[in-house]
């Protein structure tokens, strides 16, 4: 998807204006029997107007004025899902979009929803060339959006992009080692580098819970280590954000339904995630240090599985009883957040399909989010949820919950029983952290099976425009 600004003198084709009452349409030369109509449909409340001369089409978008700024513009991502239809049906491959109205937020938004519902995975389809979308280029004149603006989304466009493929992948094609492998390309093509560390070294780095979940699966397991440092970074001292990889997820010896298995293939939507933000960040050219930690397996039920009752020693050192072998990501997740101290981090936010609970509790409406970093982190970090549309919860982070955690036989327990999974589930991971951190479930929104608007239906790439909009912000 190209996205780039022109001159009003520029002539495309196929046209959508942004207007919010009628009075906006005396701007644009229409005929008087247009005019006319669009005034007539204006009033029977109609959001999208199309006006087909033949040749091209001309669609206007009403979205009238709100006091709520972040749902207006999440109004007009709708309104992009919504036209996104149109003209593939019509067989667009161009259009332009006119900002009447002088509102750049807007003008963005619509273009957001747009690109975001062009998306598509036809890798695996046969008939593929006459599935594929013909929208290609979105081209746009507005005093508000400058060249910045719009380069800027196409690179975080190109990085929900990134991540949904990734999610989508099945997985005997994305192994642990796939995964690191496009994620290697990833880096080439946007400008960050990627350390991978085989089962070897992380044998030697005696990296505890990644090798035990690794146990049951013939593939091995990998450690990634993505890093973008812009010379202008203005953090001197570097971010870290971790994604859990789980490939696969069949809940180890603690083994899932079938129901339950049919979309683990999501479960490294949080490595995703990583990998598509970190992608997006490089490719904009973002004056920062950030770090991505992304550990990577499957989670199998194979001869030499981990198994309820083990106790294994962890990278920091610690040890942990295993009394769920489907709750590994936290294990995975933990070797991540301890090798992060090295880095001596300014903060450290992980993502990741970590528990149940969180889908239950919020659903695919909002993201769960808790953390011991500075309020204000924490903040600026929903602020930007609302921004994008990935709300975040805040979920209580007391030191109570830590007692659901103990264990009589080693430093402390996989799981904290049947209550505040996802809290526990956090209070775990905070034990591997000496620095800010922030822990994000991303659960209940990663992957979808039915159509939600822009974010589609299988991968949302959730988590990529969450991170992007908040790193930015910092800086």
């Not at 005929?31 to 009033?43: D, V």
């Not at 067989?91 to 690109?115: C, F, M, P, Q, R």
């Not at 899932?256 to 995630?273: H, L, N, R, V």
Request: net charge neutral; glycine share 8%.
């Amino acid at each position: 998807m190209i996205i780039k600004n022109v001159k009003a003198t520029q002539k495309i084709e196929n046209t959508i204006y942004l207007i919010n009452r009628k009075s906006d349409l005396s701007k644009l030369g229409l005929l008087k029997e247009e005019s006319s109509f669009l005034r007539s449909q204006i009033s029977k409340e109609a959001t999208q107007i199309v006006l087909n001369r033949y040749s091209k089409l001309i669609i206007f978008i009403l979205l009238k004025e709100s006091d709520h700024k972040q749902q207006y513009i999440e109004n007009a991502r709708k309104e992009g899902f919504k036209i996104n239809s149109i003209l593939n049906l019509q067989k667009v491959s161009e259009v332009l979009i006119v900002d009447t109205i002088n509102n750049g937020d807007l003008t963005v938004g619509l273009i957001e929803g747009i690109a975001l519902t062009n998306y598509q995975f036809l890798k695996y389809q046969n008939d593929a060339s006459t599935k594929k979308n013909t929208l290609n280029k979105i081209f746009v004149n507005s005093k508000k959006v400058n060249d910045i603006k719009t380069e800027a989304l196409q690179c975080v466009i190109q990085g929900v992009y990134k991540a949904r493929d990734l999610v989508n992948e099945p997985p005997n094609f994305l192994t642990a080692t796939q995964l690191s492998k496009e994620i290697e390309a990833m880096g080439q093509e946007a400008g960050f580098t990627t350390k991978i560390f085989d089962k070897d070294k992380i044998t030697e780095l005696k990296m505890g819970g990644l090798l035990a979940v690794n146990r049951g699966s013939v593939e091995p397991p990998t450690f990634n280590i993505l890093e973008y440092k812009n010379k202008k970074a203005k953090n001197t001292i570097p971010y870290v954000i971790v994604g859990k990889g789980i490939v696969y997820d069949t809940g180890g010896l603690s083994l899932k339904p079938t129901e339950g298995m049919d979309t683990m293939k999501a479960d490294m939507g949080g490595a995703a995630a990583v990998a598509g933000a970190i992608y997006a960040i490089a490719k904009s050219n973002l004056p920062i240090h950030i770090i991505g930690l992304i550990p990577s397996t499957d989670n199998r039920p194979g001869g030499d599985a981990y198994t309820n009752g083990d106790v294994i020693k962890m990278y920091s050192g610690l040890t942990v009883e295993i009394l769920n072998t489907d709750a590994e990501g936290r294990i995975v997740l933990a070797d991540a957040l301890a090798y992060a101290k090295q880095f001596k981090p300014a903060l450290v936010v992980d993502i990741a399909t970590l528990t149940g609970a969180a889908s239950a509790a919020v659903g695919k409406e909002a993201v769960v989010a808790m953390g011991n970093a500075p309020k204000e982190q924490m903040d600026l970090l929903k602020e930007s949820g609302f921004n994008v549309f990935e709300r975040i919860v805040e979920f209580p982070f007391w030191d109570d919950y830590s007692e659901y955690l103990k264990s009589d036989i080693a430093d402390m327990k996989n799981i904290g029983g049947k209550t505040a999974g996802a809290i526990t589930a956090g209070k775990f991971l905070e034990r591997f952290t000496d620095y800010p951190y922030i822990h994000i479930d991303i659960a209940g929104s990663a992957f979808l099976q039915t159509l939600d608007s822009y974010r589609g239906k299988g991968a949302t790439g959730v988590g990529v425009r969450l991170l992007y909009d908040f790193f930015h912000e910092k800086v």
